[in-house]
């Protein structure tokens, strides 16, 4: 499977969904990771620290998202990232679906499926 990671675009928020570390561990049972470049820069991970741990590093959010299976994020989709939404996709994040319908019916007529963190 090919796991992404784009870059958070949610006001103020500083995470990333995924560390070097869990690079690693999906690399070595492996999976290939695709992270967006500076994703982790508010959290002090450097592109480098990335490729180190055996990611490959995309230029642009729809790199991350047009190619991978899984994508690993913070929060729940910004409406700039509809776009992106497409059958098959999963989506491991925070949803916080409730009061989101817009974001719910985006999910349901792409049907993507939604991991959220706050619910397992």
Do not use: C
Request: net charge negative.
């Amino acid at each position: 499977m090919i796991i992404g990671v784009p870059r958070e675009v949610k006001d103020h928020e500083s995470r990333v969904g995924l560390v070097p570390h869990g690079v690693t561990t999906l690399v070595e049972m492996g999976h290939q990771v695709v992270v967006q470049t500076r994703a982790g820069s508010l959290s002090s991970i450097t592109d480098e620290e990335y490729l180190e741990a055996g990611a490959r590093i995309a230029p642009t959010a729809a790199d991350v998202w047009n190619v991978a299976d899984i994508i690993v994020k913070v929060k729940e989709p910004q409406p700039s990232e509809y776009v992106y939404l497409r059958p098959g996709l999963t989506i491991f994040t925070y949803l916080h679906l409730a009061p989101l319908p817009e974001l719910t019916q985006k999910m349901l007529e792409t049907q993507v499926t939604g991991i959220a963190y706050e619910t397992i």
